[in-house]
């Protein structure tokens, strides 16, 4: 799960996914960075912290990183929350294969930055949690 900072959206998805995984008893791996270098090592945004803790979702452990090349090779799957992101992300794939692997957590919109915008925490993990149940459905039938 990739946005800009690493400490709204991203450590959002990464979380309700953990937590959707964890409940269907899959053993999955989820992670999530940023591609920007801002935030390194900080832990989310308090007012994300508290969006989840609202929804029985605990995120306040997670530590910000930055996307790396090595990402491409770990993970099968690169979610990103918006269209800059996939730039930046795509720019940094060698291959056809790993640009491949990259896609828009939510097919053809973004999950808008509400880091300027308290209100937004509220619908931003509302719509997370509809995508990530979504994806969770999708993937579990992709590889079957
Ligand atoms: P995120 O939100 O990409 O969802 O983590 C942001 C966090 C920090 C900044 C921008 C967006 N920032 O400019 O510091």
């Not at 996914?17 to 999530?32: C, N, P, R, T, Y």
């Not at 915008?117 to 997370?128: A, G, N, R």
Request: glycine share 4%; hydrophobic share 40%.
């Amino acid at each position: 799960m990739v946005c800009l900072g690493n400490i709204c959206r991203s450590p959002l998805a990464h979380g309700v996914m953990k937590h959707k995984i964890k409940a269907e008893g899959l053993d999955w791996q989820v992670d999530s960075a940023g591609t920007a270098g801002y935030h390194i090592g900080k832990s989310p945004d308090h007012r994300s912290i508290a969006v989840a803790k609202k929804y029985g979702v605990d995120i306040a452990t997670q530590r910000a990183r930055q996307f790396k090349i090595a990402d491409f090779e770990n993970f099968d799957y690169i979610y990103v929350m918006d269209e800059q992101n996939y730039e930046d992300v795509i720019m940094m794939a060698r291959t056809p294969q790993e640009k491949a692997k990259v896609r828009l957590f939510v097919l053809e919109s973004r999950v808008i930055d509400p880091y300027y915008d308290d209100t937004l925490f509220e619908p931003v993990f509302q719509m997370i949690t509809t995508q990530c149940a979504k994806l969770l459905t999708s993937l579990k039938n992709e590889n079957r």
